[in-house]
Every structure is written in structure tokens, then in C-alpha cells.
């Protein structure tokens, strides 16, 4: 079975752009997670779906990040307009939730970078 | 949402030597994971840990969960370079996952 899917897994953007990140999760999963890392900030949950649903979006950083999950098998985390302290990696990762271990299974990664 | 601290915050070893990280907390967990990030790539769950004083062993890694639920500790016999990645603590809430802040292992052949 495919993992969680995420594109692109590099974006180069000028400040001011918007930045469309895309997570495909794993089939089955009903909890979509999306995170930033960072050397100084390591790794942040940004916001968190269940059965589509946001339920948690406290560590969205401003207004400029929205994220949408229009349905059970597609995300997207958008950052309008860009900055140069957005640069970072960001994964998604998804879960069944309600399992004994809650393990959450990552994407590779989208690596952004802001000039 | 409780900090967890991981300590040390970068550990270079040769192959074959012995080591041990360390997460602490000053709440009490719930659970806790241990994840291992290779270098462009996602964490992946290492274990879990539930019950105080449980120890769980994955081949060379050995895990212990402290007796009062608010530290653990992940010791590796024999490293060898494919251990090398960043090893995140994270304490497991009911549907989200808080990550501390990493140490960042380099085994050297």
C-alpha cells in the first residue's frame, strides 16, 4: 500500500507568492495532521483533522496559513502570501484514530524554502 | 500542552559504542512514543510506551519508561551508521501527538 503522499517535495517561491502544499493520506485513515520543522522550532503540529473535519488549529502561525480537506482523501495547507521565515519542512501525516497505539504515519516532507 | 526537553541535543559516537538519550517532562504522561526521523524523510513510531517502569526492547534499542510516568529513556547497544537520524519523544494525546525537541544522532563508521 502507498504511504501518506505529499507534493511537491521541493518548492523554491519569492516572498509575496502563494505556496499550495498537497497530502494524499494513507487509505482508511480518518485523522490528517499537518506539521512544520524547523532547526530552531523542531517539529510543530500546525492543525489537525478528523473525519475531515479541523479540530485543532492553534498552532496555525497567522492568518497567511489555511488549510482545507475537502475530502477524506486530499489536504491542502496554503500560505498566502509568503515569507522568508516560512521556510521549513513540512509534513503531513495521518492516523486511524481511536487505534491502541495511535501511531501516525508520515509523508516524506515538503521542503519549502522563501526568498 | 506539557514541554518535553530531550537531552543531549546532538550526539556524535563511533560504531560500536553504547548510548543513551533522555526525555523528561515535568507532568506525567499519558503514553509515550519514540519516533526516529531519517534525513529526508517523515518520523516513523519506534514504540510506545504505557505503563510505569515497562521496558520494551527493538533489537538493540531498549526503551524504558520512568517508574512516575514523567521520563524515558532510549538506550542503543552497539550503534551502528544506520542508526543515525534525529530520535523524537512524543508524548500521545487522545488524537494528537506533541513532539519534543529531538536528538540529532551521527554514528561514524
Known amino acids: 500500500d502507498a504511504g501518506v503522499i505529499q507534493s511537491p517535495r521541493h518548492e523554491v517561491t519569492e516572498m509575496g507568492q502563494e505556496v499550495t502544499l498537497r497530502c494524499k493520506p494513507i487509505s482508511g485513515h480518518n485523522s490528517l495532521f499537518w506539521y512544520r520543522q524547523t532547526m530552531m522550532r523542531g517539529l510543530e503540529l500546525l492543525i489537525y483533522?478528523?473525519?475531515?473535519?479541523?479540530?485543532?488549529d492553534s498552532g496555525m502561525p497567522e492568518d497567511r496559513f489555511s488549510a482545507k480537506m475537502p475530502n477524506a482523501s486530499f489536504s491542502t495547507l496554503k500560505i498566502q502570501p509568503s515569507e522568508p521565515r516560512d521556510s521549513a519542512v513540512y509534513f503531513c501525516?495521518?492516523?486511524?484514530?481511536?487505534?491502541?497505539?495511535?501511531?501516525?504515519?508520515f509523508g516524506p516532507g515538503t521542503r519549502l524554502t522563501v526568498t | 500542552t506539557q514541554l518535553l526537553e530531550q537531552s543531549p541535543q546532538f550526539l556524535s559516537i563511533q560504531e560500536g559504542e553504547n548510548l543513551t538519550v533522555y526525555c523528561n517532562s515535568s507532568s506525567v504522561f499519558s503514553s509515550l512514543q519514540w519516533y526516529r526521523q531519517e534525513p529526508g524523510e517523515g518520523p516513523v513510531l519506534l514504540v510506545t510506551?504505557?505503563?510505569?517502569?515497562e521496558v520494551k526492547k527493538l533489537k538493540r534499542l531498549t526503551f524504558q519508561f520512568g517508574d512516575a510516568r514523567k521520563d524515558s529513556s532510549l538506550h542503543i547497544t552497539a550503534a551502528q551508521p544506520g542508526d543515525t537520524g534525529l530520535y523524537l519523544c512524543a508524548q500521545r494525546g487522545y488524537q494528537k501527538v506533541t513532539f519534543g525537541t529531538g536528538t540529532k544522532l551521527q554514528v561514524i563508521p
Open positions: 483533522f478528523n473525519n475531515n473535519v479541523p479540530i485543532d
Open positions: 501525516a495521518s492516523s486511524l484514530s481511536g487505534t491502541g497505539n495511535g501511531e501516525q504515519y
Open positions: 510506551v504505557v505503563t510505569g517502569g
